[in-house]
């Protein structure tokens, strides 16, 4: 059974930095592209970013490019979002999500979410 | 970037009907386009990839259909854990974008 756990809530203040962690179990991790998707409270979802099965091509939403920074540990089963410079509209439950594929394709299983908030 | 907008925003039906929810994409996205199903303080669920194929176990009322611009997500006879928010999302062009979503309401 595929399983993807977050790291739990985190409050951190504007134009902070906060790095969350997905750990993954039930699958070859090294062979699937890996997701991040957030959603602000009471609004929908959106996509942030992207990392391919090895690690070496990653895809970032305009919002967050130059700023969020994905990564994965495919000897720990483990990925990462490294986010800098945070603002309050970044406040949001972000989810871990497992790919379709190797490159990308649509989000076969999703984390629980993880609520970070930005205040100042 | 690739607009997807769903139609109703809200939908009131009692169970036991048929649905069918909209998704239109502002360009053509093949068929590369999935439909999530998100019930309240849960992570949103697979439900349709490819446009028309269903996810493992995914109840037989589910059905997705369309291709280009046009997609639609129809249940044939609503249950009562069916009422949420469905979302269509296409992962044919970056950045891969969602609908705002059609919240299905018990009438």
Known sequence: EVQLLESGERLVQTGGSLRLSCAASGFTFSNYAMSWVRQTPGKGLEWVSTISGSGATTFYADSVRGRFTISRDNSENTLSLRMNSLRADDTAVYYCAKCHHYGSGHLESWGQGTLVTVSS | ?107
Not at chain 2, 4 to 12: D, F, H, I, K
Not at chain 2, 48 to 65: D, K, N, Q, V
Not at chain 2, 84 to 106: D, H, K, R, S
């Open chain 2, 1 to 107: 970037e690739i607009v997807m907008t769903q139609s109703p925003a809200t939908l009131s039906v009692s169970p036991g009907e048929r649905v069918t929810l909209s998704c239109r994409a502002s360009q053509s996205v093949s068929s590369n386009l999935a439909w999530y199903q998100q019930k309240p303080g849960q992570a949103p669920r697979l439900l349709i990839y490819g446009a028309s194929t269903e996810a493992t176990g995914l109840p037989a009322r589910f059905s997705g259909s369309g291709s280009g611009t046009e997609f639609t997500l129809t249940i044939s006879s609503l249950q009562s854990e069916d009422f949420a928010v469905y979302y269509c999302q296409q992962y044919n062009n970056w950045p891969q974008t969602f609908g705002q979503g059609t919240n299905l309401e018990i009438k």
